[in-house]
């Protein structure tokens, strides 16, 4: 294997998105931490990585938890010495019910995953990068399409995923001076475990129920590298990648 080409935390690894992303960046010779909540899960992606030749270190986290968080990047600078690339990725929706019957337990463990996780995972990052030498890196944010326009029955969803792209914004401005980079990929209808239902028949805007199309997920983490490898001085701020018969760009 050629010469690692950096060091990348991806979280929300066990499965989805986050496991096809960090087997690209393994597959590109990085050095790759799986972030995730089950350990298994973990475990299972490493499982996949090693069979293609790679080697990832797997850190059982709950993105929510400060204590936990910093335990991770005590692992990542112990370990490694630095970060090149975070992919934050974790994420979860809730109940698709009507607003007014979305309990506020619900509420607050989409906003603690999407938005204070994610929070959380940067401020650590950033941290790292502003103080390792040479200065710098870059932060992938996972936003959504849901950042642009809702579906029906996805308050917390939807809201954290607009939040999540004044995160970005304001990283990206916050952090120029430490030549971290910070931008975003929303994506719509990758094939993953979590869209299963989309093939089946999801709720439109209109009250019909229709199948969506989907992508394949290998094009998202494709995405994901493509703004990783790229030179600190250039910035993909934003990316869009979404299946193409997808109904998106008419919603509503």
């Known amino acids: 294997m050629d010469k690692a080409t950096g060091v990348a935390l991806v979280t929300g690894a066990g499965s989805g998105i986050g496991r096809a992303v960090a087997l690209e960046f393994?597959?590109?010779?990085?050095?790759?931490?799986?972030?995730g909540r089950r350990a298994d899960a973990l475990e299972q992606t490493r499982a996949l990585a090693a069979d293609k030749g790679g080697n990832a270190l797997a850190v059982p986290t709950d993105v929510t938890d400060e204590s936990a968080v910093g335990a991770l990047f005590e692992k990542i600078e112990s370990t490694y010495g630095?970060?090149?690339?975070?992919?934050?990725?974790?994420?979860?929706?809730?109940?698709?019910?009507?607003?007014?019957d979305l309990s506020i337990a619900d509420w607050r463990a989409v906003v603690d995953v999407n938005l204070t996780g994610m929070f959380l995972c940067a401020q650590a990052a950033i941290r790292m990068m502003k103080n390792q030498q040479p200065q710098g890196g870059r932060i992938i944010n996972n936003g959504s399409i849901s950042a642009t326009a809702p579906r029906p029955f996805s308050i917390a969803y939807t809201a954290t995923k607009h939040a999540v792209t004044g995160l970005t914004k304001s990283i990206s401005l916050d952090c120029r001076p430490y030549n971290i980079a910070c931008g975003q990929i929303d994506i719509g209808n990758a094939a993953t475990d979590m869209t299963n239902r989309m093939a089946a028949g999801i709720l439109q805007a209109d009250g019909t129920t229709r199948p969506e199309p989907r992508m394949d997920v290998a094009?998202?983490?494709?995405?994901?590298?493509?703004?990783?490898?790229?030179?600190?001085?250039?910035?993909?701020?934003?990316?869009?990648?979404m299946a193409t018969n997808m109904p998106f760009l008419g919603r509503g």
């Not at 393994?26 to 972030?35: F, H, I, P």
């Not at 998202?220 to 869009?240: E, Y």
């Open 219 to 241: 094009h998202v983490a494709r995405a994901v590298h493509q703004m990783a490898q790229l030179p600190l001085d250039t910035n993909v701020q934003f990316m869009t990648i």
């Open 82 to 100: 630095r970060l090149d690339v975070l992919f934050n990725n974790a994420g979860r929706g809730a109940p698709a019910v009507p607003i007014e």
């Open 26 to 35: 393994l597959a590109n010779n990085y050095q790759v931490v799986l972030c």
